[in-house]
T-cell receptor, first 113, second 113 residues
């Protein structure tokens, strides 16, 4: 599969636990984005990387959220001390450059109970 | 930051008729405007995009128009078919070096047989 892949597809966690999601972008894409989507809403931008550098972070990204892309390939998004309000679909996307088509992954659906 | 408003939230049309979805944006420096289609439980997929130096773009039954002065852009689908039923999102890429897309809240398009 040459598309964007995310793992896991679903995650149920108890409030207060930490969770980590992984995204593998399309191999030749140097930009990687994280978005969050709640029911009935459009995706909300969280952060993006160009290669291994994190270049932009939304104010939506609280201190409990951290993202990495250590070798400029896959990325991880960690949420510490999860809250019920963190329940959402977390989408990853990649592009070859700014202002070009963003290819989305299938997402990781997080449920915090 | 950028703000994107999308209307209507739900649109029901007869099969074969045309559908129009409208979006407005706030950042006059925004320069890239994609439209995404998201079927239930699936990832968003790009259907058409337009850059700020172009007023109109067409791809078979789908067209997008952009009015930079009024800061609005629209999606037009002609000869609608049942498989066009989905949620459609407009988005804008802010200017000034920012790269994350700002999405509208989506339009649920229903094609009536």
């Amino acid at each position: 599969d040459t598309g964007v892949s995310q793992d896991p597809r679903h995650k149920i966690t108890k409030r207060g636990q930490n969770v980590t999601f992984r995204c593998d972008p399309i191999s030749e894409h140097n930009r990687l984005y994280w978005y969050r989507q709640t029911l009935g809403q459009g995706p909300e931008f969280l952060t993006y990387f160009q290669n291994e550098a994190q270049l932009e972070k939304s104010r939506l990204l609280s201190d409990r959220f951290s993202a990495e892309r250590p070798k400029g390939s896959f990325s991880t998004l960690e949420i510490q001390r999860t809250e019920q309000g963190d329940s959402a679909m977390y989408l990853c996307a990649s592009t070859q450059g700014g202002g070009t088509e963003a290819f989305f992954g299938q997402g990781t659906r997080l449920t915090v109970v | 930051g950028e703000n994107v408003e999308q209307h209507p939230s739900t649109l029901s049309v007869q099969e074969g008729d045309s559908a129009v979805i409208k979006c407005t944006y706030s950042d006059s420096a925004s320069n890239y405007f994609p439209w995404y289609k998201q079927e239930l439980g699936k990832r968003p997929q790009l259907i058409i995009d337009i850059r700020s130096n172009v007023g109109e773009k067409k791809d078979q039954r789908i067209a997008v128009t952009l009015n930079k002065t009024a800061k609005h852009f629209s999606l037009h689908i002609t000869e609608t078919q049942p498989e066009d039923s989905a949620v459609y999102f407009c988005a804008a890429k802010p200017g000034g070096g920012a790269d994350g897309l700002t999405f509208g809240k989506g339009t649920h398009l229903i094609i009536q047989p």
